[in-house]
């Protein structure tokens, strides 16, 4: 080693300070060199070698120490790209004679520098021992005590000698050995294929390689090796023998092994939400690499979703068994039926390592088995019928919630579980049990929003006079979560009905909350009869105001989306307007069986703003179906929307005995077991109220028309057969034509329409609207429309694009 710069008593201290160091630095001599090649540091083995004290050297050219003249530039050049440099060198004593030594240069390279810019490093040996007889004592001791298994054949492929390794691995003394071929000291066929490569060696000369897996005697389980069998020359180069030398490599193949394992578990557990399904994952990748019997049992206190009590459950134990796997077909080795809820024994590995709270390896003893026989007779027979001899029993847990245990057990392979196999059982086992929170997690969350979303959807359709109407609602697979499909049936004021479908873009509790919102406000705004093309430009600011009102409060960055189609059907003039935004188109379904996709113009989705919204108006026959849906139904992975279209097209033009049937057909016919999105269809078959059912009358805009106005409308009820209405019918008509004459514009027309109620409306052509206020003692007029709204089930106003229409809904008596 070099001495530090300027001393040359470094390295008799350091002698001094290790008296008992059977290393004698001072007997190499060792020289540090610096890229201009100065001298930099100098040993006292330097001293010895040349004489020179550090003080002497340090701090000059090398090149002075050197006998004769330097080597030529060049020469010197070609030094800078090496890392090394050997060779013989003449260099000059401190007493002016002349000394050959063989010098060994290192170039020293700094941290993050390159080779050519490090310093040299020169060492030389001063004292070079000749080989001797104890050389070859010491070659033999050192053959004895190698680390591996190492035996010497001879050409004949006996074995001359053998090391302490080698008897200790095959179980026999050297003199058991010698003289025996491989195949004769290991009976299996790994040792003639031994033979042939050493054949191979022999005649080559060339070094063989073997992997080689070997279940040696006195060995519990197989062994993985390395061998190498390299020829063995004399000093005239001919091969004398065969030297064979094997490394053990079993422990680094189990680590392979489970490495492996681990990666295989990572990737196949958890592909799902699905909770049965993952406990079945992790059964299936520990078999058969890890044992040759798996069971997954979970705690039914967390059974839908909910989080189990803190600390070990009570005794017994009572688990729900979700998944078993076993190397035998069929899994003969269970007891326990899937889904079955069973008492674990304090003393089973299942209930001890839950109540320890870690994993633990048990050995199956009978004393064990007898035990369990008490109080599980059933589970010990198949334990002793199958054999098993080690069970590993691991809690599972995930965010300090204690889930269950998966037990592994051993019964074919014959190596019980050890320290390495509980820690890799631990790492899949907690790998599986986070991936079942998840799934129980979700799980919950699903159910919330199922739930919130069936109370947010109609729970029973309102009767009205205008559609007949069937309905579905199917939530998307537990993949992709609950959506915010919505659909709606709105009554209208004048026997009209409005039909709503809409999905809110997400799924969750999220979405499903929105769709709430939204349904919510469609009804508030149908309810003042807006037109549909307002109504979704009103729900359209509302969207915008949620979108923002979510970015504040940091639910979500992308704001909200939704798209809706909004219908309204009018069965006296059998005309239905439309308007939709950004939502697939409806279908249209005649008596005559043709199917069609109405043209209503496009709207942009909700949310975006700015932008106008159109509606379109056509008549149907009575009888048509109009078919309203969410593109759950007609988009799907895989499929083009048109092709969707397509099918939907062929299945509504298929005869159906009822609505009812026809949503069956639909859903089945478009949809897979799993559907990857929420859907909701509403199908609407059209009525008609013809002339039996409505009365109109042209109604001049003068007061002493009030009272032929009356007359006329009772005759009607006569007619109807409604002579008992005819009072509070009578008080309606007179109020409601009054203010039209007096408030109103002309022309003015008073419309009764019979259906499930009796519905009064009047028209004309002002946009002012009436309101109830409380009419003081002394006025003579305000209490008409107070009267109206107590002897009516509902009034209203609504607006046309010529004026407005004032309507009351007056109950029928029940027929006798």
Known sequence: MSAMPGSDATGEDRRARRSNDPVDEAATACVTVDPQGVVTGWSTGARRLLGYRAAEVVGRPAARLLAGEPPPTPALQTLHALPRWNGTVRLLHRDGHHLTVDLLAHRRRPDGEHAETGEWFLVSSLARPEPSAQDDALVMWAFARSPSATALYDTGLRLRRANADMERVIGLPEAAMRGLRVSEIVVDPEGDRTEQCMRRALETGEQQHLQQVLHLVGHDRESIWTTTLTPVRDGGGRVRGVLLSAHDMTEEHLARGRLALLNDASVRIGSTLDLARTAQELADVAIPRFADFVTVDLLPTIEGGDDPPTGPPPSPVMLRRVANQSVLDGCPEAVVEYGALAAYPDESPAAECLAAGRPLIRKVTEPAIDKWASQVPDRADRVRRYGFHSVLAVPMRARGITLGVATFSRHRRPEPF???????????????????????????????????????????????????????????????????????????????????????????????????????????????????????????????????????????????????????????????????????????????????????????????????????????????????????????????????????????????????????????????????????????????????????????????????????????????????????????????????????????????????????????????????????????????????????????????????????????????
């Not at 579905?472 to 709105?490: E, K, M, N």
């Not at 307007?577 to 188109?585: E, I, K, Q, V, W």
């Not at 859907?679 to 609407?684: D, E, G, I, K």
């Not at 002012?768 to 002394?778: D, G, I, N, V």
């Open 418 to 816: 050890e320290q390495d196999d509980l820690l890799l059982g631990e790492e899949i086992t907690a790998r599986a049990a986070v991936c079942i929170d998840n799934a129980r997690r979700y799980t919950r969350e699903r159910r919330t929003s199922l739930t919130l979303q069936s109370s947010l959807l109609p729970q029973r359709l309102p009767a009205q006079a205008a559609v007949d109407v069937a309905s579905r609602y199917l939530p998307a697979s537990t993949q992709a979560g609950v959506g915010g499909d919505w659909f709606d049936v709105i009554p209208l004021s004048g026997a009209r009905v409005a039909l709503v479908v809409g999905d809110v873009v997400g799924h969750g509790i999220q979405a499903s909350a929105t769709m709430g919102r939204l349904r919510t406000a469609v009804r508030t705004l149908a309810d003042v009869d807006l037109p549909p093309e307002e109504l979704l430009t009103h729900l359209d600011d509302l969207v915008i105001h949620l979108s923002a009102e979510a970015e504040r409060t940091a639910d979500t960055a992308a704001g909200i989306g939704a798209t809706c189609l909004y219908a309204v059907y009018d069965p006296v003039s059998r005309r239905c307007t439309l308007a939709r935004a950004g939502h697939p188109l409806p279908a249209l379904t005649t008596p005559d069986g043709t199917v069609e996709f109405l043209d209503v113009p496009a709207g942009p989705p909700l949310g975006l703003g700015g932008l106008p919204f159109e509606a379109t108006e056509i008549e149907l026959p009575e009888g048509s179906v109009l078919t309203l849906y969410t593109d759950g139904l007609v988009e799907a992975r895989g499929r083009d929307i048109d092709e969707g279209l397509k099918a939907l097209r062929a299945t509504l033009a298929r005869h159906a005995s009822s609505l009812e049937d026809s949503c069956d057909t639909v859903l089945r016919t478009l949809l897979p077991e799993r559907p990857p999105d929420d859907v909701a269809l509403l199908m609407a078959r059209t009525r008609a109220l013809d002339a039996a059912h409505v009365a109109t009358w042209d109604v001049a805009s003068d007061p002493a028309s009030v009272a032929e106005t009356r007359r006329k409308a009772i005759r009607q009820l006569d007619v109807w057969g409604m002579g008992e209405a005819a009072f509070v019918t009578e008080l309606i008509v007179s109020e409601l034509v009054t203010n039209a004459i007096r408030y109103g514009g002309p022309p003015i027309q008073l419309r009764l329409i019979r259906d499930r109620n009796l519905i009064c409306e009047v028209s004309d052509s002002s946009s002012t609207s009436p309101h109830l206020r409380r009419a003081r003692t002394f006025d003579e007029g305000g209490r008409g429309l107070l009267l109206v709204a107590q002897l009516t089930l509902s009034w209203g106003t609504r607006h046309t694009y010529t004026g407005k229409t004032i309507w009351a809904e007056q109950e029928l008596p029940a027929s006798p």
